[in-house]
C-alpha cells in the first residue's frame, strides 16, 4: 500500500540555523500539507500545496516558513531561523482529493 | 467547519467493542464526518469518513444519527494495539475543498486493556 515519507525522522538542530525537512508524497496526489504538533499539544495545520503554489495557511505560517516541491516527487518545508518554540513533531500529509494520509512524521528540536 | 465534542477517554476490553461517540450539533448538510486516530505520536492515521449513510470499511464502522448531529465510530473487535487518541473532524467537502486543513480537537484517548 502507497504511504507518505519522511526524512530525517529526528532532526536536532541549533536556535537560528537553518532546517529542511523533507516528504514524499503518495505518488498519484496532488495536494500536500504540513501539520506540526508540540509536545502534548493538539495537531495544528500550516499549509496545504497545489499546483506548485500555497492554497492555504495558518496564522502560524510566517515568514519563516517556507515549501516547495524541488522535483517530481519531493515535498520540503524549510524553516529560516528555527527557535525554541518550533520544536515539534512536523507531519506531510497528501490527497488525491479530501482524504489526507499522513506521514510518520519529522521530531524536530531546537537547542 | 463544525465542531465537534468527545470524551477525552474511554476503556474497552480486549476482543470486545469499542463505541466511540462524537456530537457534531452544528454540521451543515455539505460536511462530512472523517476519523482519525493517532498512535503515541505516530502520524494521524485514516479511519473512515461518510456524509449521511453509515459506512464501514475493513477497519471500522461509522453510524451517524439520522438527524447528523452524532455520530459512532465502532471498532468491532478491539485489539491492544487500537489503543490510540481517536479525532472526530467534520469537515466541508466537494468540488473545490480539496487541499482545505483539518482541524484536529483533543480527541478520545481509548485504552483497550487485555
Known amino acids: 500500500e502507497p504511504e507518505v515519507t519522511q526524512t530525517p525522522s529526528h532532526q536536532v538542530t541549533q536556535m537560528g540555523q537553518e532546517v529542511i525537512l523533507r516528504c514524499v508524497p503518495i505518488?498519484?496526489?496532488?495536494?500536500f500539507y504540513w501539520y506540526r504538533q508540540i509536545l502534548g499539544q493538539k495537531v495544528e495545520f500550516l499549509v496545504s500545496?497545489?499546483?506548485?503554489?500555497?492554497?492555504?495557511k495558518s496564522e502560524i505560517f510566517d515568514d519563516q516558513f517556507s515549501v516547495e516541491r524541488p522535483d517530481g516527487s519531493n515535498f520540503t518545508l524549510k524553516i529560516r531561523s528555527t527557535k525554541l518554540e518550533d520544536s515539534a513533531m512536523y507531519f506531510c500529509?497528501?490527497?488525491?482529493?479530501?482524504?489526507?494520509?499522513f506521514g510518520p512524521g519529522t521530531r524536530l528540536l531546537v537547542l | 467547519d463544525a465542531k465537534t465534542t468527545q470524551p477525552p477517554s474511554m476503556d474497552c476490553a480486549e476482543g470486545r467493542a469499542a463505541n466511540l461517540p462524537c456530537n457534531h450539533s452544528t454540521i451543515s448538510g455539505n460536511e462530512y464526518v472523517y476519523w482519525y486516530r493517532q498512535i503515541h505520536s505516530q502520524g494521524p492515521q485514516y479511519i473512515i469518513h461518510?456524509?449521511?449513510n453509515n459506512e464501514t470499511n475493513e477497519m471500522a464502522s461509522l453510524i451517524i444519527t439520522e438527524d447528523r448531529k452524532s455520530s459512532t465510530l465502532i471498532l468491532p473487535h478491539a485489539t491492544l494495539r487500537d489503543t490510540a487518541v481517536y479525532y472526530c473532524?467534520?469537515?466541508?467537502?466537494?468540488?473545490?475543498?480539496?487541499?482545505?486543513?483539518?482541524?484536529f480537537g483533543e480527541g478520545t484517548q481509548l485504552t483497550v486493556n487485555p
Open positions: 473532524i467534520v469537515r466541508v467537502a466537494g468540488v473545490g475543498t480539496s487541499g482545505s486543513r483539518l482541524t
Open positions: 505518488s498519484n496526489h496532488l495536494y
Open positions: 500529509a497528501s490527497s488525491a482529493a479530501e482524504t489526507q494520509y
Open positions: 500545496f497545489y499546483n506548485n503554489e500555497i492554497s492555504e
Open positions: 461518510g456524509l449521511k
